[in-house]
């Protein structure tokens, strides 16, 4: 339920009279501007107090006097519980980017381990959508920890770890069977059965349940022994004596533990939140967080936004070990528990180990925080060292980039990357399928990008109230670069300009990308709009700057490029045959794994696929091997 309030042309915002209308259940504030920006999100357990706060004579920060101030009108959204305020606050925050808050920024996806759902399930690690059908155990702090996670899970599980397309065509077993990391499901060296009992015992670990997979191994090894089965009672004491050896190395004060350690440091208004996170009491590693803080100055704020965020989109462990109070730690603890139906602890006064690792934790936070903020002071210097090259009033608040790749000509993609003076802007970047132009005409291609980019901000820009200046999320298209770099010399530049000028585009400064001689970095050749060329020099911090954002859009568009081009040769050729529809093409490509399966399979083969005969199987082979196919017939 919203219940909007405040009317900005009637005068100030009136919080107390607004205030007394609010009930108390859970639910979501928001305070909005006068130019109807969104300034802040919150969650309360009771809305009528917690927005009440804002409005009574208590001392406040600056910050929060700053934004109080600035309210014209606010919003609430009722919920049935404080879980579901948890969850829409961060779905609010995470989509529409508010002024005042505190924002998890982190580019980069979490690493899995995958465990496929197949006959022969295959043990695998994964980052990114989870596409695949299967059971993800995770997030892992680093990928060094899937990685030493799986390698210990082949020791003692044996569970394959090829690909499809390999799997189906092995005609003896690998090296991985050789060392003992494989049981050969591939060549049929391991029954059903036995591989199936293994990938449960696998899930078991994964899920954290050591003990009880102890105690299983065990009966199990008994039970074999009993029925004199010496040599399947000899694997089960091996695989259970390593088990037990792992469980003693991993012990938090003498517990099997499911803990995250979380330690803030900050520097002015800039923040490292450091997690070091346990799962059945192994050390999946650490990993540094950098938070957007738009001005919040406190640790203890800050790390409750991190709380809050990091884990509606991630499952809690049992235990969050914090290096401070947090505000609302009650609201929040209840939040998590309802989410995930078990309770949740956040604890900030510990002893023994877990002291130990707390500080730990608050050590490399601020280790990692000196080292951001060195590495954001050096990006800065290049920044302004591109304003000073460029001749700019001011640093560029937003450099834009294109590049163009394909393969003689062959599924042609445009990238656009955007970075501003903090580094690339990553969930901003974007990739165009370039289409209805002739094969290897990078100067079409350049033209149709850059109109489809710019059409967009017109036509979101047209549709919008927002001010330029606006926070990332709102109408990103209608944001406007301030600098545009086109990969290529003269001509791609031409095509940039005319295609700004047909769109009636202004304000935005051109420049060319050109490679020097024989290609070597440091002595290209920037080429401005107005004819001038400049030669900065592989020693100019600028040109090390464009040369980064150069390379990043070359890399971003090589990348779309490549994955364009294997789907058109994955599936092209199946859809140019008659009678192969996207569910006998799917069938065919599951059957033997991928194209390069089917292309090995003769036409007795090819037919045996459900849905497929011998005149269509003979028609896919012939053009599979560039034959003359025989006619299809009616019917």
């Not at 405040?6 to 007394?20: E, L, M, N, R, T």
């Not at 095509?495 to 050109?514: F, K, M, N, P, Y």
């Not at 080429?527 to 990043?552: H, K």
Request: aromatic content about 6%; proline content about 5%; charged content about 25%.
């Amino acid at each position: 339920m919203n219940d909007p309030a405040g009317d900005p042309a009637a005068g100030q915002f009136d919080g107390k009279a607004f205030v007394a209308q609010l009930s108390t259940a859970p639910g979501v504030y928001r305070m909005y501007a006068a130019d109807g920006s969104l300034l802040y999100v919150g969650k309360a357990g009771a809305l009528r107090r917690r927005v009440a706060s804002y409005f009574n004579n208590a001392p406040r920060t600056p910050r929060i006097h700053a934004m109080v101030a600035q309210v014209a009108r606010m919003e609430v959204t009722v919920t049935r519980t404080e879980a579901e305020a948890l969850l829409l606050e961060n779905q609010l925050i995470k989509s529409l980017a508010p002024r005042y808050n505190v924002s998890l920024r982190d580019d980069k996806s979490y690493p899995y381990v995958l465990l496929t759902q197949e006959q022969w399930p295959r043990l695998a690690f994964h980052r990114g959508p989870r596409a695949v059908q299967g059971r993800y155990f995770g997030p892992y702090a680093s990928a060094g920890a899937v990685r030493e996670t799986m390698d210990l899970m082949f020791k003692l599980f044996r569970l394959r770890s090829c690909e499809d397309s390999v799997f189906r065509n092995r005609s003896r077993p690998c090296l991985q069977y050789q060392i003992g990391r494989c049981s050969a499901p591939c060549v049929g060296l391991v029954e059903a059965g036995e591989y199936a009992e293994s990938v449960r015992r696998a899930s078991l670990f994964l899920e954290g349940r050591s003990d009880e997979l102890g105690e299983e191994l065990a009966a199990a090894m008994e039970a074999a022994s009993a029925r004199l089965e010496f040599e399947q009672a000899a694997r089960l004491r091996d695989l259970l004596a390593t088990l037990r050896g792992l469980q003693a190395r991993q012990y938090v004060d003498g517990h099997a533990a499911n803990l995250d350690v979380l330690a803030c440091a900050m520097q002015g208004s800039a923040a490292c939140v450091l997690l070091l996170a346990f799962r059945d009491g192994r050390n999946l590693g650490t990993r540094a967080f950098f938070p957007r803080t738009n001005g919040e100055d406190s640790a203890e704020e800050v790390l409750a936004a991190f709380v809050s965020q990091y884990y509606a989109e991630q499952p809690p462990p049992a235990e969050i070990v914090l290096d401070r109070p947090i505000p609302d730690a009650g609201l929040i603890e209840l939040a998590l528990a309802e989410a995930v139906g078990r309770k949740v602890a956040l604890k900030s006064s510990v002893r023994g180990e877990r002291a130990g690792y707390l500080d730990l934790a608050k050590r490399n936070a601020q280790l990692a925080l000196a080292t951001e903020l060195a590495s954001r002071g050096a990006q800065q210097a290049r920044s302004e060292a591109v304003r000073d090259l460029l001749g700019l009033a001011e640093v560029p608040a937003r450099i834009e980039c294109f590049d163009i790749s394909h393969t003689l000509g062959e599924a042609t993609v445009a990238s656009c990357v955007v970075f501003d003076p903090a580094g690339p802007v990553r969930n901003q970047y974007r990739r165009y399928n370039i289409a209805g132009i002739e094969p290897g005409d990078d100067y079409a291609a350049m033209r149709q990008a850059i109109e489809r980019r710019f059409r967009r901000a017109l036509e979101a820009g047209a549709g919008s109230d927002q001010a330029p200046d606006a926070a990332p999320g709102l109408a990103r298209n209608a944001v406007l670069p301030d600098v545009l770099l086109i990969d290529g010399g003269a001509g791609q530049l031409a095509q940039a300009r005319e295609a700004l000028a047909d769109l009636g585009v202004e304000g935005v400064l051109l420049v060319g990308v050109s490679k020097g001689e024989q290609r070597r970095a440091g002595e290209e050749t920037l080429v401005l709009a107005d004819g001038r060329e400049l030669r900065p020099g592989a020693a100019s911090p600028a040109l090390q700057f464009i040369q980064q954002v150069r390379d990043e859009a070359h890399r971003f568009a090589i990348t779309g490029h490549r994955g364009r081009r294997q789907k058109a040769r994955t599936t092209s050729r199946l859809e140019d045959i008659p009678g192969i529809g996207p569910r006998r093409r799917a069938a065919l490509l599951r059957h033997f794994g991928g194209l390069a399966g089917l292309k090995a399979a003769g036409e007795e083969e090819i037919a045996r696929v459900e849905g497929i005969n011998a005149a269509l199987a003979a028609r896919i082979y012939a053009t599979l091997h560039g034959l003359e196919p025989p006619a299809a017939e009616n019917g």
